[in-house]
């Protein structure tokens, strides 16, 4: 016989059971591969996941620093191999 089952879909189309698990899903795609062969990815991802109130927090935080700074003062952002832009 056939019975219902709830599931979580990820970004990409994958089923999970649970909502976390999709979570981890979705932000293992948002980091893409971390380490030599990707292995590290999983476990960054519950990092976050685990963290995300501490980093919401920092996060904050910058913002904030940020918005005090007078017109004009902050620095250029970073190009993406760690150079300032100019």
Do not use: W
């Given at each position: 016989?056939?019975t219902?089952?709830?599931a979580?879909?990820?970004?990409?189309?994958?089923?999970?059971s649970?909502?976390?698990?999709?979570?981890?899903?979705?932000?293992?795609g948002?980091?893409?591969?971390?380490?030599?062969e990707g292995?590290?990815?999983?476990?960054?991802?519950?990092?976050?996941?685990?963290?995300?109130?501490e980093?919401?927090r920092?996060?904050?935080?910058?913002?904030?620093?940020?918005?005090?700074?007078?017109?004009?003062?902050?620095?250029?952002?970073?190009k993406?191999?760690?150079v300032?832009?100019r």
């Open positions: 016989m056939a219902e089952c709830t979580y879909r990820d970004t990409k189309g994958g089923l999970h649970t909502p976390e698990k999709a979570t981890l899903a979705d932000l293992a948002v980091l893409g591969r971390v380490g030599e292995g590290m990815t999983a476990g960054v991802a519950k990092l976050l996941f685990d963290k995300r109130e980093i919401e920092v996060f904050l935080e910058h913002d904030t620093m940020l918005a005090s700074q007078p017109v004009g003062s902050v620095e250029a952002p970073a993406p191999n760690g300032a832009a």
